[in-house]
């Protein structure tokens, strides 16, 4: 990683965990992963599957000033999945490419349920600070699919994101 430490922050999405009905096993995947590639996660959540606790959870994760909201899960076809309507408010921009690469890494392991996902990625803008939000399907193995992406230009990305030159 670079001289300046990455921060994140970890959001799970779903009625259940939320309820207290099953364990959230892929936020904290998520976070000891992003922990391993020397990421400092400093917000961790989880929230209902519902579009205006989504927004407001991501939103209180990008007041700590991290890098990066990584959310998992929601991102499916289902009529309980809102994440992807979420984003609508909170992205200045998407960048299309990281969520393309996301369900192409499922597909390459065969599962072809993968380009069902509707997660995205982008920038919201609070004030002058910039995150990266990338939204992540629910599984243990849509979580490693998305680092798999993410983390190798995660460095590159978060400096892009906030104006260094290329």
Avoid: C
């Amino acid at each position: 990683m670079s001289a300046k430490k990455i921060t994140a922050a970890v959001i799970t999405i779903s009625d259940r965990s939320a309820a207290g009905l099953r364990d959230d096993i892929s936020g904290p995947l998520a976070v000891n992963l992003l922990k391993n590639a020397g990421v400092d996660v400093l917000y961790t959540g989880v929230t209902r599957d519902d579009v205006r606790s989504i927004a407001e959870e991501v939103q209180t994760a990008a007041i700590h000033e991290v890098d990066l909201v990584f959310t998992t899960g929601g991102t499916g076809i289902a009529p309980q999945d809102f994440t992807a309507r979420a984003m609508d408010t909170l992205l200045r921009f998407d960048i299309p490419g990281i969520a393309e690469a996301i369900r192409y890494e499922g597909w390459k392991r065969g599962v072809h349920g993968a380009a069902l996902s509707r997660g995205r990625a982008g920038v919201l803008v609070t004030g002058l600070h910039r995150v990266l939000v990338v939204n992540a399907p629910g599984s243990p193995n849509g979580v490693k699919d998305a680092l798999n992406v993410l983390l190798p230009m995660l460095e590159h990305t978060v400096s892009q994101m906030h104006g260094d030159d290329h």
